[in-house]
């Protein structure tokens, strides 16, 4: 009976450790909404996370694309003293890509919160 009290303890202290290292690994990542990140456009480096084929079918008016799938090998070119903005078709993508980015020692990571599928501003298309 006292070892199953121990095994809970030792998973509460482990989930409570996970949750902790991903509130850290996520401070200086701001939530934008789509009012926020739509400001400063022109002034970021504004990275579509989603594969190429979705990016073409239609995209934030000035993304550069770089599907998560080639991040990590892409990663470096982006440039550390310009803030990032970053983008997926739903947000939880950018936030993988964030915390690779703040790893590499960025500071302005930003990622626009629900992704792509809730923007209601101008989208760029292959066919437009």
Do not use: C
């Not at 995209?59 to 080639?70: F, K, M, Y």
């Not at 947000?91 to 990571?109: C, F, N, S, W």
């Amino acid at each position: 009976m006292e070892s199953w009290i121990i095994a809970l303890i030792i998973l509460a202290v482990v989930i409570i450790a996970l949750v902790i290292n991903a509130f850290l690994s996520m401070r200086g990542v701001n939530m934008l909404t789509e009012t926020e990140f739509n400001q400063d456009l022109r002034k970021v480096q504004l990275i579509d996370l989603r594969e190429k084929d979705n990016f073409e079918h239609g995209h934030i008016l000035g993304a550069r694309n770089i599907p998560i799938s080639t991040f990590q090998m892409k990663k470096g070119g982006i440039r550390k003293d310009k803030p990032v903005y970053l983008y997926d078709q739903n947000g939880r993508t950018a936030l993988r890509a964030a915390r690779m980015l703040k790893k590499d020692g960025h500071k302005d990571i930003n990622v626009l919160k629900q992704g792509i599928s809730k923007w209601t501003g101008k989208i760029k298309s292959k066919n437009r």
